[in-house]
């Protein structure tokens, strides 16, 4: 359960490098900084001592040396109540949110999303949580046959790739600066068609709109006072109104946090995914694997923190063009009240 009428704040500043912003196979690095808020309220809902109601809401701003900004903005209300017959609580929830990255198409989106999850104290050390959710996602950017990545190109204002509205940047004289909204289109690219194993590049035309099902199974345990970890395995379900982006996504995770002085914190963690896709616009069977590594160390004195963080991703498809590797390095200092 929350803290009945609780005001809390975090605030952080943080500095890094991205050898990868853009997701691509051959992007450049760049440093970055980033500041972000998170707030939350909570309330006893009248009449009922076991419930709580939270109000939340976040804001964050990235900012890369000579490229384009992201920045997040949302907020959330839930619904918590002790269960009195088991030991644990339900939460329902509901979450609005922006995201606004210009680098990267697939992270460009306003999104809304309805779930509930269940905490079920099933040991003094071990708790377990069951969690389902449904998200709408509405993409600022269209998906047009042949166009590099976005942000390869740029338009003559500036702006990368192209936009909600069909305008787009420089093409090459092989692909289609008018595709009609919501039909398949493909391109030959001549100078690597006679290679073996290259096949026409074919993507889904017109505006993006997807529908993810969620649902999470995670376990919380608490090895000794200084030691705690976890695990979870998760399925996504992805509808879209582009056929080349329906999914399901089969995922599992892993993390351990360390406490070796009262103020000090160690923690990692690791995860992996399979993405299946129902149609592939290489005329192959599409699959995905992505990986993911972090690690922290973190020093706390009152209401502020310093934390070190490093974290990886790598994404192995077996279309060539869309393999990545991503490095992140980052120094934070956080105020929460």
């Not at 384009?68 to 609005?96: A, I, K, M, W």
């Not at 990267?104 to 989106?109: M, R």
């Not at 040991?123 to 709408?136: D, H, M, P, T």
Request: proline letters at 3%; one cysteine or more; a negative charge.
């Amino acid at each position: 359960m929350p803290n009945v009428q609780a005001f809390e704040l975090e605030a952080g500043a943080t500095v890094g490098y991205d050898d990868n912003p853009r997701l691509e196979n051959d992007s450049a690095g760049a440093l970055f900084s980033q500041f972000d808020i998170n707030l939350w309220q909570t309330w006893p809902l009248a009449g009922l001592t076991s419930t709580a109601i939270t109000l939340s809401g976040f804001a964050n701003c990235r900012q890369y040396d000579r490229l384009n900004d992201n920045r997040q903005l949302g907020g959330g209300l839930e619904s918590t109540t002790r269960l009195l017959r088991l030991p644990g609580s339900l939460t329902f929830f509901s979450v609005v949110s922006s995201h606004h990255n210009p680098l990267i198409d697939d992270d460009d989106f306003d999104s809304l999303e309805l779930g509930s999850r269940l905490v079920w104290l099933a040991r003094s050390r071990l708790s377990l949580e069951f969690a389902v959710g449904i998200s709408w996602l509405d993409y600022r950017q269209s998906i047009i046959s042949g166009n590099k990545k976005n942000g390869d190109e740029k338009n003559g204002d500036g702006q990368i790739g192209n936009n909600k509205n069909g305008e787009t940047g420089q093409f090459d004289e092989n692909s289609c600066s008018n595709p009609q909204p919501g039909i398949k289109l493909c391109r030959h690219d001549d100078s690597t068609a006679a290679a073996p194993g290259n096949q026409s590049r074919c993507h889904d035309s017109g505006e993006r709109d997807d529908r993810l099902l969620t649902t999470a199974v995670k376990l919380f345990y608490d090895f000794s006072p200084y030691l705690d970890g976890g695990s979870e395995i998760y399925w996504h379900l992805r509808d879209s109104t582009l056929a080349s982006e329906k999914c399901l996504v089969y995922g599992l995770g892993a993390d351990l946090n360390w406490h070796p002085l009262i103020n000090l914190e160690f923690s990692g963690r690791l995860g992996a995914e399979r993405i299946p896709y129902r149609d592939d616009y290489q005329q192959q069977k599409r699959i995905e694997k992505i990986y993911l590594a972090e690690t922290a160390l973190t020093w706390r004195s009152g209401n502020w923190s310093i934390s070190g963080i490093w974290s990886w991703n790598r994404r192995d498809s077996r279309i060539d063009e869309d393999d990545y590797q991503r490095n992140q390095w980052q120094s934070r200092v956080t105020y929460s009240y």
